[in-house]
């Protein structure tokens, strides 16, 4: 059974960082791409970001603030957030696909509960 669990979400001020981590078991994870997006209360989901595989190819929504990075030895993948702005507001997910880091989310097979991500102004 496919899992993908997110963690580190929290409660922060404007301005401050976050790492959000995606831990994966049940399937081979270092063959697989993978993606964080969010949704805000009564917004349409929306991508953050995409690592691919390897990690070496990456797609952002915003690489000035937010950087993904995967460790395939623990099976999971980051989202560094730096500068967190209230409109960062949201449930963030991690989804994974055998195919390319894309932004396209139908393209994601396995999709994580998500976590809360809050920032105070």
Same mark, same amino acid.
């Given at each position: =059974?496919?899992? !993908? #669990? ?5 409660? #922060? ?11 994966? &078991?049940? !399937?081979? %994870? +270092? ?7 969010? =949704?805000? $209360?009564?917004?349409? $989901?929306? %991508?953050?970001?995409?690592? +691919? ?7 952002? !929504?915003?690489? /000035?603030? %937010? ?9 999971? #993948?980051?989202?560094?957030?730096? +500068?967190?702005? $209230? ?7 991690? +989804? ?5 880091? &894309? /932004?396209? /989310? ?10 809360? #991500?809050?920032?105070?102004?």
């Amino acid at each position: =059974q496919v899992q !993908l #669990v997110e963690s580190g979400g929290g409660l #922060v001020q404007a301005g401050d960082s976050l790492r959000l981590s995606c831990a994966a &078991s049940g !399937l081979s %994870f +270092s063959t697989y791409a993978v993606a964080w997006s969010r =949704q805000a $209360p009564g917004k349409e $989901p929306e %991508f953050v970001a995409a690592i +691919s595989w390897s990690g070496s190819t990456t797609n952002y !929504l915003d690489s /000035r603030r %937010f950087t993904i990075s995967r460790d395939n030895a623990k099976n999971t #993948v980051y989202l560094q957030m730096n +500068s967190l702005k $209230p409109e960062d507001t949201a449930v963030y997910y991690c +989804s994974a696909t055998r195919y390319l880091a &894309s /932004r396209n /989310r139908d393209e994601y097979d396995y999709w994580g509960q998500g976590t809360q #991500v809050t920032v105070s102004s």
